[in-house]
């Protein structure tokens, strides 16, 4: 059984810096393309980053490129997503998933077939 495991949530200042890890086990990681996602309150889920199983990765908002850093370590199952200079608008709660397409880079939800539980990311101002 698939499971998704995020951390590294929390509270931070603007300018301020948080690393989200999401450790995967019961599934062969380096089988999947995996994405970060994020919902705030009353808003609709929407995509951030992805990235393939050979590194290459997207990012679906313009306001993160150049702040968020989208990585994998194959070796320990894990996915991360680095964000830094963060801004009040980036709070929300941030969800991992899985994509059974290793090399595809989708923004969209229904092309993720595992989804990790979230983790909350507060920024104040």
């Known amino acids: 059984q698939a499971q998704l495991v995020e951390s590294g949530g929390g509270l931070a200042q603007a300018g301020g810096s948080l690393r989200l890890s999401c450790a995967v086990s019961?599934?062969?990681?380096?089988?999947?393309?995996m994405g970060w996602f994020r919902q705030a309150p009353g808003e609709e889920r929407e995509f951030v980053a992805a990235?393939?199983?050979?590194?290459?990765?997207?990012y679906g908002i313009d306001s993160v490129k150049g702040r968020f850093t989208i990585s994998r370590d194959n070796a320990k199952n894990t996915v991360y997503l680095q964000m830094n200079n963060l801004k009040p608008e980036d709070t929300a709660v941030y969800y991992c998933?899985?994509?059974?397409?290793?090399?595809?880079?989708?923004?969209?939800?229904?092309?993720?077939?595992?989804w990790g539980q979230g983790t909350q990311v507060t920024v104040s101002s």
């Open positions: 990235v393939n199983t050979i590194g290459a990765n997207t």
């Open positions: 019961g599934l062969t990681f380096s089988g999947y393309a």
């Open positions: 998933a899985a994509n059974p397409r290793p090399f595809e880079l989708a923004a969209a939800t229904r092309r993720y077939e595992h």
